[in-house]
């Protein structure tokens, strides 16, 4: 069993709008989890799945009908720093006052409307290519971090231009690319020694085509199913999987950091991820 607090620091390494087909593209950095610790292409996204929905119950614990998140409202206001449904990251910084929290994202309204302008994180919002080396550039001078988020957008962009599923040619690309991207961070991880006292996460918030081939929302397997991974010291190679929705996330990441998860999160710990959970 994985004590609760066990790791130094949480990375959440994210592209949009990949669904499940990252297993249908060549991705090896996300194959990779199925060896590193757990990986699965069943996991499920939440209704409606769309982006600020989705990221928005990621990061804080919650179904869109409790934190209220829409990309109409993640774009054009700040999400409360006083909100019942705090984030992750605010969670973060009432248990670690003086931690490095911060959060890089290609798509704004997320660190714009999402995660709290209260938190103290900080945030990077620029396109996936130069976000990357950001990321890149923030680890080589804070080791220490205790909670990274990265969001790479464009799956999702590639989705919506040409259509998303396994036989659509620019769409694998882009999660190739965005693969490749996350490689870097994972091998700068690794550069750096920060591999074995961290939990990484490779997610992404939803799917696509499952209605529309060029779109997304409904709760159709195809816009519904996503893949999330997990690796880090105890979790064991080809860990069995449990079902669980993309909401989860948020209380292993409260476990791994050990912050208290709030009652009325709808996130719950998965079985077998530390060894104990429902």
């Known amino acids: 069993m994985i ?4 790791f130094q620091r949480v990375f959440i390494l994210g592209m949009d709008g990949a669904g499940s087909f990252a297993r249908n593209a060549n991705a090896p950095h996300v194959h990779s989890f199925a060896e590193r610790g757990l990986l699965t292409y069943e996991a499920q996204a939440v209704v409606p799945t769309i982006s600020a929905e989705c990221w928005g119950s990621i990061l804080h614990g919650v179904k869109p009908e409790a934190h209220g998140l829409t990309n109409e409202r993640a774009d054009k206001s700040s999400f409360p720093d006083d ?3 705090p984030s992750v990251f605010r969670l973060a910084r009432e248990r670690w006052p003086h931690a490095k929290l911060a959060s890089f994202t290609a798509w704004s309204p997320i660190n714009r409307g999402i995660i709290e302008d209260g938190a103290g994180v900080y945030k990077v919002s620029l396109p996936d290519e130069p976000l990357t080396s950001a990321v890149l550039d923030y680890l080589t001078d804070n080791p220490d971090v205790k909670l990274l988020f990265l969001q ?3 799956p999702d962009g590639a989705g919506h231009r040409s259509g998303y599923g396994a036989d659509s040619p620019e769409y694998l690309q882009a999660i190739e690319q ?3 991207l996350i490689g870097t961070i994972l091998a700068k991880i690794e550069e750096l020694g920060l591999a074995g006292d961290s939990l990484v996460m490779v997610v992404t918030d939803h799917g ?3 209605i529309s081939r060029n779109d997304h929302g409904s709760d159709h397997p195809q816009d519904k199913t996503v893949f999330w991974g997990c690796s880090g010291p105890g979790i064991e190679p080809g860990t069995a999987v449990p079902e669980m929705t993309i ?3 948020a209380a292993i990441v409260a476990y791994a950091l050990d912050f208290d998860a709030p009652a009325h999160w709808d996130a719950k710990l998965p ?4 060894g104990h959970g429902r």
């Open 178 to 180: 965005s693969d490749r």
């Open 247 to 249: 909401t989860d996330i």
């Open 3 to 6: 004590e609760r607090g066990a």
């Open 271 to 274: 079985a077998s991820i530390f």
């Open 208 to 210: 696509g085509g499952g």
């Open 152 to 154: 790479l957008d464009e």
């Open 83 to 85: 909100s019942h449904h």
